[in-house]
Structure formats: structure tokens, C-alpha cells
T-cell receptor, first 112, second 111 residues
Framework: EAQVTQNPRYLITVTGKKLTVTCSQNMNHEYMSWYRQDPGLGLRQIYY???????DKGDVPEGYKVSRKEKRNFPLILESPSPNQTSLYFC???????????FGPGTRLTVT | QKEVEQNSGPLSVPEGAIASLNCTYSDRGSQSFFWYRQYSGKSPELIMS????GDKEDGRFTAQLNKASQYVSLLIRDSQPSDSATYLCAVNDGYGQNFVFGPGTRLSVLP
């Protein structure tokens, strides 16, 4: 089954404790993105990657890091999480043929 | 700053009616336009994409694009209660993977 998976699905952590949210896709897509979704603000793109070792900032990259060492994986790293990073995070992938994105199930992060 | 605007709703329509969802965007260079449906607590799901001016129909859904007016809309014919969800409009410049989403319109279809 074609899918995008994220782990963990739920995470509660404390300010400053480094964390990684993993994202993996099995569709051999070149493109992958990370978004955060907040009430009233919609989905905002954090980072995206157009291929292995190629990443670029989206609209809200501050406080986040990403890496793309393998085509299927695109982890999101929060080196020093802060409460304003409490949000619902989605990973997405797409192929170059179109720009239709397929989203993972989401990760709900709470930073206290 | 590229912006995509939508009425937040809720938009309420009776079952069987046509639901009309609207979206405007600020970047004239935008080339690709998408409508996603998001049920409460779920991830967004692509329902329509449109790349050129005019109408594009898929089943009960019709997307309409007017680049001169920087306007894209989604019509849902014969609305069903199962269509009740938040509809997200997304825009891309057609050259990369930088997407801008609107805040979404919440649609409620009343039985």
C-alpha cells in the first residue's frame, strides 16, 4: 500500500530537549515536505526537499532542521524545542510529474 | 509574502445542494492550484488539481481557475453529509516544492 508514515504520532516533551520526528514514504517520490498546522493559520511549510541531499526552507523554518540522506526518509529535527513549536506536524511526498502531495497521518507535538 | 485567502466558514448547505468554496491568492506567478479535503483529526487528502484557466470536472467536483482575477474555486454538486470537512486551497509557483496553503473553509452539509 502506497503511504507516508510518521513517528511518533503523539509526543509530549519539555523545552530544550532535542527530538526527531521521522517520515518515510514507499512511493519512490523525489519530493518531500514538512508542514505545521495551527488553528486559524492553516498549513505552513517548514522545509522541503527535491531530492537526496537537496533541501530548502519553506515559510517557517526557524527552529527546525531536516536532512535527506535517503530518498524514502525525511526526518524533522527540533534541536531545542520551545512551547511555540507546539503544533500538529505533517509530512508529505509528491512526484515530479505533478505537484499532488500525499500526506502522512500527522504528529501532534506538545512542548511544555 | 505570498498569501492564500479563504473564508473560514462554516459554510452550511443542505444535502443535495451545490457548495461553492472560494480562494484568492496574491502571487501572480502561481501556476498550480490544488484543493484538499481534511476531515477532523485526519490528514489532508487531495481532491482536485488545476493548472490552466477554466473549469475542470471530476465527478461531483468542479474546480474553476481565473488567473487574471487570481481566483480559484471548488464546486461540490449534490452535496452529501460525508462532504462535511475543511477544504484547503493550495498554490504553487510551478517550479519547485514551495506550497502556500489557505487557512481552509469548514463545510457543513446538513441532512
Amino acid at each position: 500500500e502506497a503511504q507516508v508514515t510518521q513517528n511518533p504520532r503523539y509526543l509530549i516533551t519539555v523545552t530544550g530537549k532535542k527530538l526527531t520526528v521521522t517520515c518515510s514514504q514507499n512511493m519512490n517520490h523525489e519530493y518531500m515536505s514538512w508542514y505545521r498546522q495551527d488553528p486559524g493559520l492553516g498549513l505552513r511549510q517548514i522545509y522541503y526537499s527535491m531530492n537526496v541531499e537537496v533541501t530548502d526552507k519553506g515559510d517557517v523554518p526557524e527552529g527546525y532542521k531536516v536532512s535527506r540522506k535517503e530518498k524514502r526518509n525525511f526526518p524533522l529535527i527540533l534541536e531545542s524545542p520551545s512551547p511555540n513549536q507546539t503544533s500538529l506536524y505533517f509530512c508529505a511526498s509528491s512526484s515530479p510529474k505533478g505537484y499532488e502531495q500525499y500526506f502522512g497521518p500527522g504528529t501532534r507535538l506538545t512542548v511544555t | 509574502q505570498k498569501e492564500v485567502e479563504q473564508n473560514s466558514g462554516p459554510l452550511s448547505v443542505p444535502e443535495g445542494a451545490i457548495a461553492s468554496l472560494n480562494c484568492t491568492y496574491s502571487d501572480r506567478g502561481s501556476q498550480s492550484f490544488f484543493w484538499y479535503r481534511q476531515y477532523s483529526g485526519k490528514s489532508p487528502e487531495l481532491i482536485m488539481s488545476i493548472y490552466s484557466n477554466g473549469d475542470k470536472e471530476d465527478g461531483r467536483f468542479t474546480a474553476q481557475l481565473n488567473k487574471a482575477s487570481q481566483y480559484v474555486s471548488l464546486l461540490i454538486r449534490d452535496s452529501q453529509p460525508s462532504d462535511s470537512a475543511t477544504y484547503l486551497c493550495a498554490v504553487n509557483d510551478g517550479y519547485g516544492q514551495n506550497f502556500v496553503f489557505g487557512p481552509g473553509t469548514r463545510l457543513s452539509v446538513l441532512p
